[in-house]
């Protein structure tokens, strides 16, 4: 299964904020979506997602545009992992894992024995099935974007994207957050995440795609698009190369 955004212009009624995109990624692969602030990152994810519309081209879904498909319909296919927010309502823990499986039954229905094994496996896979009955206001900010992420992997979806899924969490946790976002693409899902940190996606990524002021600068495996050149021409700042013990490629501030 593939989604793509083909030729998209992007932006809002008052005004674009970028054109000429050309973006996809299949089941299977994970693809990295750099670029600085402002840069349009945030706008293209809601766009491929269909959360606002392309004011030019189309985003398609296995082939299909993606307006065909109803909002259940997609929510059953793609999971959206949006930047941690604190939430109003104290829900527990589980309760928002939950909500992810309502793209399979209805938003006012009991869930089922199965959906609550759903969630408890998906909270568990996180490690933090000990917080499901802890109040969702309650937690750290890192413990809520890994309870977005578990109510994400509720849905049973084929794809997964991902606003900067590591922003709020510590060291330890960005290293699960990596770690899992390559076992979703081993066990089938496409991922789609943006980041700010080239080393994450060399970690994660199969592919790169670099983005600045809406413009498109360059895409293909992150082997070819993670250099150098291509980072200081995408953040218009200095970058070193360091190489690790093992032989591997870091990226560092300049």
């Known amino acids: 299964m593939r989604l793509e955004g083909h030729a998209l212009t992007i932006g809002y009624p008052d005004h674009v904020v970028g054109s000429g995109l050309n973006v996809a990624f299949e089941t299977g692969e994970v693809l990295a979506l750099l670029g600085p602030n402002g840069g349009g990152k945030t706008t293209l994810l809601k766009t491929l997602l269909g959360l606002i519309d392309a004011k030019a081209g189309e985003v398609r879904l296995d082939g299909r545009p993606l307006a065909d498909y109803s909002i259940q319909e997609r929510a059953?296919?793609?999971a959206y992992v949006p930047q941690v927010h604190t939430g109003t309502f104290a829900f527990t823990v589980e309760t928002v894992?939950?909500?992810?499986?309502?793209?399979?039954?209805n938003l006012f229905s009991r869930p089922s024995a199965h959906d609550h094994e759903v969630a408890a496996g998906a909270l568990e896979?996180?490690?933090i099935g000990r917080l499901?009955?802890?109040?969702?206001?309650?937690?750290?900010g890192g413990e809520r974007q890994l309870v977005l992420l578990a109510r994400a992997l509720a849905q049973e979806p084929q794809?997964?994207?991902l606003d900067e899924p590591t922003a709020s969490l510590d060291f330890g946790n960005?290293?699960?957050?990596?770690?899992?976002?390559?076992a979703l693409a081993a066990s089938g899902h496409g991922v789609l995440f943006t980041t700010h940190d080239p080393n994450h996606a060399r970690r994660a990524a199969d592919r790169a795609f670099l983005l600045r002021d809406g413009t498109q600068l360059a895409e293909g495996p992150v082997g070819n698009v993670l250099n150098k050149a291509q980072l200081e021409a995408l953040y218009r700042a200095p970058v070193e190369t360091v190489m690790d013990?093992?032989?591997n490629m870091?990226?560092?501030p300049g």
């Not at 894992?97 to 039954?105: K, N």
């Not at 499901?132 to 750290?140: A, D, E, L």
């Not at 960005?174 to 390559?182: F, T, Y």
């Open 174 to 182: 960005q290293g699960k957050v990596m770690s899992e976002i390559r």
């Open 97 to 105: 894992v939950l909500m992810g499986r309502t793209a399979h039954g």
């Open 76 to 78: 059953r296919v793609i």
């Open 159 to 161: 794809f997964v994207v």
């Open 132 to 140: 499901s009955q802890r109040p969702y206001t309650q937690i750290s």
């Open 125 to 127: 896979r996180f490690g």
């Open 245 to 247: 013990a093992a032989g």
């Open 250 to 252: 870091a990226f560092l």
